[in-house]
């Protein structure tokens, strides 16, 4: 009974050494990356928004939804009779556009294409409402930290109820140039400050048309995904 019960540990303990070795050999086989020589499960993945760490530019897949308040004070320009001061509400999704460009240069960062909904109105001299949507350029410059500055240019279509002296019609175009910086709270989440110029005209549709000029500050959230 002794040497039958020596038998069963003996053969119990084979089995359990050669599938010990099994499995160290599956380890060893385990595919692996032709220029890393790691297995493919441990090699690295490129995931989230970022093309390498934070603030080296973003991939080609990232989106971005942003919300932002501006205030916009009215100044005197090309004609304008009136300081025209706005309040405004700014909504905007945008699509980075392509890889980094200009590696190893100072400019590098991506290009994005944004579309933005803004709404609000005017305050001073009197109240009237407006609504405009606008698409832009922008450019993201890869800074290697969590600041990231942008420059922007756009030109978008408006319903404004502001009239005469320098308006005389609801349809106006408007053009805006803004430059401004993200700061990444979170790797997927910035907030974004910005500074422009706004300005609202019909190109002659209607009369008065000496436009509508401001300059805005905006402040808000940037969410990337």
Request: charged letters at 15%.
């Amino acid at each position: 009974m002794k040497n039958a019960t020596h038998l069963i540990l003996i053969v119990t303990g084979t089995a359990l050494a050669t599938s010990s070795r099994g499995a160290e050999t599956e380890l060893a086989l385990a595919p692996t990356d032709p220029t890393s020589g790691q297995p493919d499960a441990l090699a690295p993945q490129a995931t989230g928004i970022w093309q390498g760490n934070v603030g080296e530019g973003f991939r080609s897949s990232v989106r971005t939804f942003s919300l932002e308040p501006a205030v916009a004070l009215g100044v005197q320009a090309f004609g304008g009779q009136q300081v025209h001061d706005l309040a405004l509400l700014s909504l905007s999704y945008g699509h980075i556009w392509g890889k980094v460009k200009g590696r190893d240069h100072w400019y590098r960062g991506n290009w994005e294409a944004r579309a933005e909904l803004f709404s609000g109105g005017q305050f001073s001299p009197k109240s009237a409402p407006l609504v405009g949507l606008t698409p832009h350029l922008r450019y993201n410059f890869a800074s290697g930290t969590r600041w990231v500055p942008f420059g922007d240019l756009g030109t978008g279509v408006t319903a404004s109820g502001i009239r005469a002296p320098d308006q005389g019609g609801t349809f106006e175009f408007n053009l805006q140039a803004n430059i401004g910086t993200h700061w990444f709270i979170r790797d997927d989440l910035a907030l974004t400050i910005e500074a422009g110029y706004l300005h609202m005209s019909c190109a002659g549709i209607d009369r008065p048309n000496l436009g509508v000029n401001t300059v805005k500050g905006m402040f808000g959230v940037t969410w990337l995904f």
